[in-house]
């Protein structure tokens, strides 16, 4: 058995002639893949919707509907646009191969298939669509819906560029002790009813979290997508975490344990946000003084006695409707001058 | 001298990368497909259909090379290119060397099968 090239997928294969499908499915099963097959474009088009495929091979001449209008179909279905399609045919004519590209295929095998390029093409494929499927799952996971379409459409290319926005640093007071006086298994499943509770509130106002370090989080309102009212939408988001949190603590008290507190720091500016990372691991981020600064204003929290703090370009963004109580200057270490902060109260919204 | 109805070197080929029983299986599956697909070449044009002609000729060139029927596959890609004007000439002669041409093949093939 000759060694194979990547992980088998599940495959479909079209084809309207008999010998050309079971010659194809044969060989990709030789290749070690589940190959399911269809007699025209209609019947595959409803197995792609109903079952999950990693590749399509596609023929192009075919009764009923064609491989050019499966080709037009895929692209505009938003589940299936992503799946990769390799055209084998024996089209006459250039111009119907370059149609095919434009129409989204991946790639296009000229029949009869050479065994060896088939199994090439078809490796580098799936391991094509494997990568697109664990960032669009990371994107599942870290983004609101409307970035992670943002960023598949714009694509992952690293490198910053200057934005203005807001951002958000939030922890839970007393973490550690608390963790080191409760068995592991029950630190972990708060932490997991925490970040749930928390990722709810920061992406119902359109932020997204970029960092998590054991009980803390980052998030960045205003990047990767433009939110006009970012300042806004982070104080909002905050009250909502700070809310959420009390309505956490009353089921803790119903099971007998200590409540949790906690922190958040916010700071609106210019920053640098993009993909930071080797083009194997990356991650969005945003850096410059008002990240820093919004770190500070969640530290200080601590020293402050409030939940909510925020910088003065967050409280001139503002609404009238939040309360918002000015504590004065506030040297933080590593700003020449002293920060006006403002504390938000939490419930005032 | 007519060139072999199968290029020995392909159908080997196909042999090796397959499995002989597969290939067997392949070889029956089109002896009873391309029978129908000569008829269907007559009746697209009789029925003046054009664009099935067409289709009906591209799949058979398809078949022909897969097996190396070479003078088969090149007979049925003439039809396919210029199926308009064989549709509207509407002589059957082209299919009739088709079939003569095939006859062939399936003979070949048949003997291969066994061998």
Known sequence: MRELRSSPGRLLVVDDNKVNRLLLTRSLELQGHSVASAENGRVALEMLRREGFDLLLLDMEMPEMDGFQVLEQLAGDRQLRDLPVIVTSSLEGVENVVRCIELGAEDYLSKPVNPGLLKARIGTSLEKKRLRDQQKELMRRFATPEVAQDLQTSGFSLGGKLVRASVMFSDIRGFTSLAESQPPEETIELLNTYYELMFDAISGHGGVVTLMMGDGLMSVFGAPVPLVDHGESAVRSAQEMVELVDLFNVERKAAGKPPIKIGIGIASGEMVAGYTGTNKRATYTCIGDTVNLAARLETHTKVAQRVILIDEATRSSLSERIAVEPLGAVPFKGKSNAVEVFAVDPAQR | ?115
């Open chain 2, 1 to 115: 001298m007519s060139a072999p109805a199968i290029d020995a070197a392909t159908f080997e080929a196909l042999k090796e990368t397959t499995g002989a029983e597969f290939v067997v299986e392949l070889v029956d599956t089109f002896l009873q497909e391309a029978p129908t697909m000569l008829e269907d070449l007559r009746r697209a044009l009789a029925a003046k259909d054009a664009e099935k002609f067409r289709r009906t000729a591209h799949s058979l060139k398809s078949n022909s090379n897969t097996f190396g029927a070479l003078t088969l596959g090149a007979m049925a890609r003439e039809l396919e290119l210029t199926s308009a004007a064989k549709v509207s000439e509407g002589s059957a002669a082209p299919v009739d060397a088709l079939a003569e041409e095939y006859s062939r093949v399936a003979a070949a093939l048949s003997a291969l099968r066994h061998a």
